[in-house]
């Protein structure tokens, strides 16, 4: 294992992300400032570009603990030290499917409304000059389980409610959906 960060959500925004916090990063070695995502970003950045090799970033935690969110300031502190002609915000253009995946891979549990049940792999691509030319979002590790079983005080995946909700719409009306409750008890 490479660098390790400890970061905790603080369930409030802080004025520690902007571009001056990146900016002031950007070309620091590690250790010369304070542990921070963007000392983590940078460092791979650095290491991507002088060994030509790939780098990864790792990050994990509990439910609400800012994995995505910590996804973002990575992926926009790329964007802006890259000097990417697509710097249009490759975050937003690479978070724009979160609704999309959320849906079919976030569920309510008793610890958090939106918790994701599955891992995200974000693949970000440089060209020869380091600066981002796209990026690619996979998921694994699907709970699959929840399809079936739901704990108590829990709830499938949104999309089930989502689909049920439209089950009187013309176009579903094939898959012969009800209400989520009545569905919920088929799998149970």
């Given at each position: 294992a490479g660098i390790i960060l400890v970061a905790i959500n603080p369930y409030k925004q802080l004025p520690i992300y902007g571009d001056a916090i990146i900016h002031a990063y950007s070309g620091q070695n590690m250790g010369d400032m304070d542990p921070h995502i963007f000392a983590v970003a940078e460092e791979a950045y650095k290491q991507m570009a002088r060994n030509n090799k790939n780098q990864s970033i790792i990050v994990s935690g509990e439910s609400g603990a800012g994995k995505t969110v910590s996804a973002r300031y990575t992926m926009r502190y790329f964007a802006t030290v890259s000097k990417s002609s697509s710097n249009a915000h490759v975050e937003d253009k690479v978070l724009a499917s979160n609704p999309i995946t959320e849906a079919v891979g976030n569920a309510k549990t008793t610890r958090n409304d939106n918790s994701s049940r599955f891992g995200k792999y974000t693949e970000i691509s440089f060209d020869q000059s380091?600066?981002?030319?796209?990026?690619?979002?996979?998921?694994?590790?699907?709970?699959?389980?929840?399809?079936?079983?739901?704990?108590?005080?829990?709830?499938?995946?949104?999309?089930?409610?989502?689909?049920?909700?439209?089950?009187?719409?013309?176009?579903?009306?094939?898959?012969?959906?009800?209400?989520?409750?009545?569905?919920n008890l088929l799998f149970s």
């Open positions: 380091y600066q981002i030319i796209g990026a690619n979002m996979r998921t694994y590790l699907l709970e699959k389980s929840r399809v079936v079983f739901q704990s108590e005080n829990e709830r499938n995946y949104h999309i089930f409610y989502q689909l049920c909700a439209s089950a009187m719409q013309p176009e579903y009306e094939h898959l012969k959906l009800g209400r989520s409750q009545e569905n």
